[in-house]
């Protein structure tokens, strides 16, 4: 299986990205997945998952209200929807997808994307 970011970039505070994730090799349908974050200097983070069998989703207390997590399983496609960008969402952005059909902790996701940067400035 093969994760693909993209939709990253440079935005203003208050913008809003789109970041998508592309699954190649392997149905994921029935298998979690999330998003993560690196920030210079700092450890990878959970964002959100969103669940293979119900399809709900779990959000970190710094995002939730400001970003949704969704999913298109005939496209075999993550997406990140972030809005009201802050500085401090600045980070490396993860696709991941979990053992099984849900996950939060990093150590519940075996495969990870390359990753796609955001940035926003002040």
């Known amino acids: 299986v093969r994760l693909v970011e993209s939709g990253g970039g440079l935005v203003h505070t208050g913008d809003s990205l789109r970041l998508s994730c592309a699954v190649f090799g392997s149905s994921s349908d029935l298998y979690g997945m999330g998003w993560f974050r690196q920030a210079p200097g700092k450890e990878r983070e959970f964002v959100a998952s969103i669940s293979g069998l119900t399809g709900d989703s779990q959000y970190s207390d710094f995002v939730r209200g400001r970003f949704s997590i969704s999913r298109d399983n005939p496209k075999q496609a993550l997406y990140l929807q972030m809005n009201s960008l802050k500085p401090e969402d600045t980070a490396i952005y993860y696709c991941?997808?979990?053992?099984?059909?849900?996950?939060?902790?990093?150590?519940?996701?075996?495969?990870w994307g390359q990753g796609t940067q955001v940035t926003v400035s002040s």
């Open positions: 991941a997808r979990a053992h099984s059909y849900s996950g939060r902790g990093s150590g519940d996701f075996n495969t």
